[in-house]
């Protein structure tokens, strides 16, 4: 939806109430320009990522008859049942992928093909290209449908990442049982390993699902508008070009995460800081006012959205709340397209600071 103008006192009262400030002093950098992120070409696919998400597998261990034992068989039936969901999840994934690839292949050889007439001409309303245009648009939703099966299998992946925190949390308490002998905590050891290692499988698992999901929904969105567009030209006998609509844009641009922002994003304030030290953080009200005063300033903006978690105590730790702030990052991209900002003026990094008392996400003007 488009940005709209909304009542100071009511922006106020949201930014007084929310985890969230904005700077007003230095909000465009003046110096070292961000080069962007990769971007998709407009009219044809967007990449999907690669990764076969095996499930690394569970080391068998040995009764020893004591109490902190039955436990730790226990648990590690709990593992190779989590890593049979991520088994199911990595092959649902692989499946949705290559059905993509396949109807976007479909998808692009129907256009083509009108195309291809419309440039050596032909006449106004031609019924063949007018049935190829509806074959191409029975294409593409077949293209939505695929995305759609990738939200669900999100939804079910989220799930298991919530397990997997779980039987973690459970493996590290299991150590502080009593009555255990040395051939139990050995066994434990071997077992937080592993279950550390799945913990982190999945996580990437749904960062690569949702880096999909977002470019792949940025990408039919565009389709629809250059089909409408398509359709104007078969009804008049002449090549277009794209959609204005679709011009200049593209997905998402998600970096690897980095051991720090880039030095020009560093040299100024942060547009927004969204602290998110409680459930629900209200932001959107601040994040609204701050977007759009920056944008009645410079139209061309662009933004970058850098998701900032403290330093954990543990491996294990760190990962985890470095996921959960990939998510609230995620959740504000989702806001700001929301808000009718372009997704090819969005780009996301991740890092992590010391100093930081809670998860974060910072948004800068570029």
């Known amino acids: 939806m488009a940005l709209k103008t909304t009542h100071a006192a009511a922006l106020c009262a949201v930014l007084l109430a929310g985890g969230c400030s904005f700077a007003e002093e230095a909000l465009f950098p003046t110096s070292g320009t961000v080069q962007p992120g990769a971007s998709t070409p407009a009219g044809s696919p967007p990449s999907l990522g690669s990764t076969s998400f095996e499930p690394p597998g569970v080391t068998a261990g040995t009764a020893t008859g004591t109490y902190v034992g039955q436990k730790v068989n226990n648990l590690r039936g709990d593992l190779q049942q989590l890593q049979a969901m991520l088994a199911r999840h990595n092959q649902g994934l692989q499946g949705i992928r290559n059905d993509t690839v396949q109807d976007s292949q479909r998808y692009h050889g129907t256009v083509a093909a009108i195309n291809a007439r419309l440039q050596v001409g032909t006449t106004p309303g031609n019924p063949i290209l007018n049935q190829q245009w509806n074959a191409a648009q029975g294409e593409l939703d077949r293209i939505n449908e695929d995305v759609l099966k990738m939200t669900r299998l999100a939804n079910e992946v989220t799930s298991s990442s919530a397990l997997s925190a779980y039987l973690l949390e459970s493996v590290r308490a299991a150590r502080q049982l009593s009555g255990a002998v040395d051939e139990d905590h050995r066994q434990l050891r071997i077992l937080e390993d592993e279950t550390n290692r799945t913990v982190v499988l999945i996580e990437r698992l749904l960062t690569e699902l949702s880096d999909d999901v977002n470019r792949q929904q940025s990408y039919v969105a565009n389709e629809r508008t250059n089909l409408n567009t398509l359709a104007l030209a078969i009804k008049n006998g002449q090549l277009y070009g794209s959609s204005f609509a679709g ?9 690897a995460p980095v051991a720090a922002p880039r030095a ?38 662009s933004f970058d959205v850098i998701a900032v978690s403290p330093t954990g105590s543990t491996p294990g730790g760190q990962a985890l709340g470095s996921t959960a702030v990939r998510r609230n990052a995620e959740s504000v991209v989702r806001s700001l397209s929301n808000m009718g900002l372009p997704a090819n003026r969005i780009r996301v990094s991740q890092t992590t600071n010391a100093g930081a008392q809670t998860g974060e996400v910072q948004v800068f003007v570029r």
């Open 264 to 301: 020009a994003v560093m040299a100024d304030s942060p547009l927004v800081t969204i602290r998110f030290d409680k459930p629900n953080v209200n932001y959107e009200g601040a994040l609204y006012a701050a977007v759009k005063g920056a944008l009645d300033r410079r139209p061309s903006a």
């Open 247 to 255: 011009r200049n844009t593209a997905a998402v641009s998600y970096d």
